[in-house]
C-alpha cells in the first residue's frame, strides 16, 4: 500500500541532482532490473521529463497481472493482491504499464528480457515496448532487446551478459552522444615512466 513512496523517493533524488546542478534532464540516465525494472517503469511514466534515458532489466510493468504469473504467488507478499480492492487500487495506482499516456513525450528506453526468464514473465517487457512505442510523441528510441539465450539474470552464459552490457552502452552512448577518443594518443603524451603499456 506504501509502494508509491519508493517511486517518490527516487524521484525525489533525481530532482535534487538536477537542482543541485550535478545533471540536468537531457544528461540523466537511469538503470534498474527485477524490482528495480519496476522502479525504472514507474519513474519513467511518472517523470519522464527528468531522464534522458531509461534502461530497465526484466522488469515488472504489468502490476495487475504479476500475480497470475507461475511466480506470481511470490510476489503477492509484497506488491499485494488484486483480489483485495484497496490493493488493487494502489497497484493500478502505479502500474507503469497502466500509467503511459498517449501524445507523451518519453525519453530514450531501452528493455532487456529473456524467453527463459522464471521470476518475470517477458511478456511485461515486450508489451511495456510496444505501449510505449504506439504512445511516444518524442524522437526518442523505445527499443526492446531480448534473447533466447537468458533468464532473470542468474545462470546466464558469461558471453551473453557481456553481449548484454556492449549493447547498453552502445545504447547509451548514442543517446548522450558520447563520442569514442582514441586514448593512443594520450598514452604517447605521457610522460615514459608512466605510460600504460
Known amino acids: 500500500m506504501k509502494k508509491q513512496n ?3 523517493d527516487f524521484i525525489a533524488c ?4 538536477i537542482k543541485s546542478g ?3 534532464p537531457q544528461k540523466l540516465v537511469i538503470e534498474g532490473a527485477s524490482n528495480g525494472g519496476l522502479l525504472m517503469g514507474a519513474a519513467l511514466t511518472q517523470r519522464p521529463d527528468l531522464f534522458r534515458a531509461v534502461v530497465s532489466h526484466v ?7 504479476t ?3 507461475p511466480n506470481g504467488e511470490f510476489n503477492v507478499t509484497e506488491f499485494g493482491t488484486v483480489k483485495n480492492p484497496e490493493q488493487f487500487k494502489a497497484l493500478y495506482a502505479y502500474s507503469p504499464y497502466h500509467r503511459i499516456m498517449d501524445g507523451a513525450h518519453y525519453p530514450a528506453v531501452l528493455l ?6 522464471g521470476r518475470v514473465n517477458p511478456f511485461h517487457s515486450r508489451k511495456m515496448t510496444a505501449r510505449l512505442q504506439a504512445a511516444n510523441k518524442s524522437k526518442y528510441p523505445i527499443l526492446l532487446r ?6 532473470h539474470g542468474m545462470g546466464t552464459a558469461l558471453d551473453e551478459r557481456i553481449a548484454q552490457e556492449a549493447d547498453v552502452f552502445a545504447f547509451l552512448f548514442d543517446q548522450l552522444r558520447i563520442k569514442y577518443r582514441d586514448v593512443s594518443e594520450h598514452r604517447k603524451a605521457l610522460p615514459a615512466e608512466t605510460a600504460v603499456k
Not at 533525481?14 to 541532482?17: M, P, Q, R
Open 14 to 17: 533525481a530532482e535534487w541532482l
Open 22 to 24: 550535478y545533471t540536468t
Open 67 to 69: 500475480e497470475l504469473e
Open 59 to 65: 522488469g515488472i510493468y504489468d502490476s495487475l497481472r
Open 146 to 151: 531480448t534473447t533466447a539465450a537468458a533468464g
Open 6 to 8: 519508493v517511486f517518490d
Open 112 to 117: 532487456l528480457t529473456g524467453d527463459h526468464d
